[in-house]
Structures are given as structure tokens and as C-alpha cells.
């Protein structure tokens, strides 16, 4: 894509908001740890592991999520495998030509000490979720130095277990602004949460500790979600959010507030959040009127994809301009979670690359 020159002039100067990193893992270290810690895989080689963990017609959102426990047993609880996939997650960003990203995760799901349930099926052993941020955290700046772009994460709260949500945003409150950002709230949207009170509780702190915050929402399930992502959980952006349009009034009220929405279109076509005719994705209402949004991968692994996979099939199918990617990417470092100085810092950059002068968009 260097070759085609719509994407020339975003080179290095691409602005990504959600992506997560367990679902952004290499399947070459996939493999060399599973082997390496006698793990069962469904397959060898790349080819065969793909053909398990990869897809490219459209699925629910359970069945994809399901994707996940294919590899993750690999990974989770190693220190070396956690540390690594952090770094090489920068240097694909890097590679793809990302000048700064925000990278998500759960602690929890990448632990095998002091969690519980014990994810994954592993036997109990000393990785907790705070080491797991700081392997994180070290594996992120030394892609940093090695790949010279700008790594930050989201820790994620899991939809499925609240009982993890307080520990992920005391570990927030530990890292924040050393590597750490902000919260999240992921997993089955469409899953009925029997305490729910606990992930309120936590954004709760989050807003009281200056904790930023996303919130997966409107993806699978409707907009009564996003409403309540913003309104109760005081969300800041929200994860995805296509089923906004649903409801005129709401989505009238977060264009006047410049609500941001983290979208991901391929992922919107595997996880059946949307439509599979392009032609008519929300994403089309958005740029129409302005809206504030990103454009994002998701989870790369799993959907076979890099960046330009979705900046392509905007361009292609959705009639996305220069003038609209420039803006897209601009309205990202807006409403990216870095200290207001960082992130004037990324403006400056942003502006000077697409030939813009300040403040014009
Ligand atoms: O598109 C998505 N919607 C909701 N949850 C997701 C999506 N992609 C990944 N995860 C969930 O977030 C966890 C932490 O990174 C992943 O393990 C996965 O369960």
C-alpha cells in the first residue's frame, strides 16, 4: 500500500485507538510458545493455525470471541510471551504506519496468579495482573525506543466478570500515564450481567481517580448501551457504537457533544455487528455529518487484517476522500487519552504532515 498514494501522505502519520493487543498477536510467537511450553494448538504452522483462529465471513460476536481460546493458553501466564508481544505489537504498528496507538487489554485474561476464575483453563502460577501490566508496560517502551512511534494502553474491564472490574482500575490508578491511559469495558455486550453494579462502581472511581474511560457499546447490541456507556458509565469515547443511528434523538445529542466512536469497519463485517453490505454502514452516516470517530483495526489477528485492510475498504466502498482521512485522523489524536500536552505535541506533527495549518479542520 506504500505504492498507492492515498495511503502516502497518512504514512507515519496514522492515528489508532482501538485495537487489542490479544488479538493483535503474531501466530509465529503464537506457535514458538506453544511449543516451547508444550501447549496444545490447532495446527503447526501459520497456515493451519490461521485456518482455526482467522476468518473472513461473518460471525456473532460470542463466536468470535470464541477465537480467543484457540491461542491465548499459549501466551497467558508466561512472562517472555506477555513482555514480547507487547514489543512486537509496536513494531507492526510501526510498520503500518502508525505515528501513536492505544493498545487494550485484559490483566486479568493474561495472568495466572490471583484471578479468579483461573482463565483459560491454566494450572495456578505466580503471574499476577499487576505484573502483567508492568511486562506490558516495559514491553511497549522498548518498542517505543526500537520503533520510534508512540505506545500507550487501555486496561479493559471484562463484560463477563465484574468482580475483576475494581482491581483493573486500581491497577489504572498504579500506571497512570506510564503506559496506562485509561479504562475499558469489553467482552458480550449482549450478555445479561446479573451484578452489573460493580462495573459501575469502578467507572465510578475511575471519574474520581481522573481516570479516562471507553466503553464497548452499540456493536452487537443497540443504542440503549451507548446511552447508558456515556450517561452512567461516563464514558469519554465509545468502543465501535454503529447502533447509535438507531436512535435519532441519542445520536443527535452525541454529535452535539462530539461524542467520540472508535470504529472498525472490517471488524463490523466478521462480528455481524453491522451489516454486511457496506453500502449502507453507519460509518456513512458519521462522515456525512461530521462526526468525531477514528478508524481502527480491532483485533488484526484474528481477522487477518492491518490497517490499510480498513482504510481500504472506506475508500472503496464508502467513498471516503483524502480530505475525510485527514480529518478522521485528526479527530483520533483529539480525542486520544495522552496528557494534553503529548497530545498537542501529536497534533503538531498530525498538521505539519497533512500540509494543514492548525485548528482548520
Ligand atoms: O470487538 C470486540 N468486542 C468486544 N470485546 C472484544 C472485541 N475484541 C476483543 N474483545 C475482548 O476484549 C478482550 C481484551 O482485549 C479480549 O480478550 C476479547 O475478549
Request: with cysteine; hydrophobic share 35%; aromatic share 10%.
Amino acid at each position: 500500500s506504500l505504492q498507492n498514494p492515498i495511503f502516502q501522505q497518512y504514512w507515519g502519520n496514522r492515528v489508532e485507538l482501538h485495537v487489542h493487543l490479544d488479538g493483535a498477536i503474531r501466530p509465529e510467537t503464537i506457535l514458538y510458545f506453544g511449543k516451547k511450553r508444550g501447549i496444545p494448538l490447532p495446527g503447526d504452522t501459520v497456515e493451519e493455525l490461521l485456518k482455526y483462529v482467522s476468518y473472513d465471513t461473518p460471525l456473532t460476536l460470542p463466536k468470535f470471541l470464541e477465537k480467543f481460546n484457540y491461542y491465548m493458553p499459549a501466551i497467558a501466564g508466561d512472562r517472555e510471551a506477555v513482555k514480547r508481544i507487547a514489543y512486537e505489537f509496536v513494531e507492526t504498528k510501526a510498520k503500518e504506519g502508525v505515528a501513536y496507538v492505544e493498545v487494550r487489554y485484559s490483566p486479568h485474561l493474561l495472568a495466572n496468579s490471583g484471578v479468579a476464575p483461573m482463565p483459560w483453563g491454566q494450572t495456578e502460577g505466580d503471574l499476577t495482573p499487576d505484573e502483567v501490566v508492568q511486562l506490558v508496560n516495559q514491553g511497549l517502551k522498548d518498542g517505543e525506543r526500537d520503533f520510534h512511534i508512540k505506545a500507550r494502553s487501555i486496561l479493559c474491564c471484562m463484560r463477563h466478570m465484574p468482580s475483576w472490574s475494581p482491581e483493573v482500575v486500581e491497577l489504572c490508578k498504579k500506571y497512570q500515564n506510564d503506559s496506562v491511559v485509561a479504562v475499558d469495558l469489553a467482552g458480550d455486550e449482549t450478555l445479561k450481567v446479573e451484578d452489573y453494579s460493580e462495573h459501575k462502581k469502578a467507572y465510578e472511581e475511575a471519574v474520581r481517580s481522573g481516570i479516562h474511560r471507553t466503553v464497548h457499546a452499540g456493536e452487537a447490541g443497540p443504542a440503549a448501551m451507548v446511552k447508558e456507556a456515556v450517561y452512567v458509565l461516563k464514558a469519554e469515547r465509545v468502543g465501535h457504537g454503529y447502533h447509535v443511528v438507531e436512535d435519532p434523538e441519542l445520536y443527535k445529542e452525541l454529535l452535539k457533544i462530539k461524542m467520540h466512536f472508535e470504529v472498525c469497519p472490517w471488524s463490523s463485517y466478521l462480528t455481524g455487528a453491522c451489516s454486511p453490505d457496506f453500502t449502507k454502514h453507519p460509518v456513512i452516516q458519521f462522515k456525512k455529518d461530521r462526526a468525531n470517530y477514528s478508524l481502527n483495526t480491532d483485533d488484526p489477528l484474528i481477522f487477518n487484517s492491518t490497517i490499510d485492510k480498513d482504510y481500504g475498504i472506506v475508500k472503496e466502498h464508502m467513498g471516503f476522500t483524502e480530505e475525510e482521512f485527514k480529518r478522521v485522523n485528526i479527530n483520533a489524536a483529539q480525542s486520544s487519552f495522552l496528557p494534553e500536552k503529548e497530545k498537542q505535541e501529536l497534533l503538531t506533527q498530525l498538521y505539519k504532515a497533512y500540509g494543514m495549518v492548525p485548528n482548520a479542520s
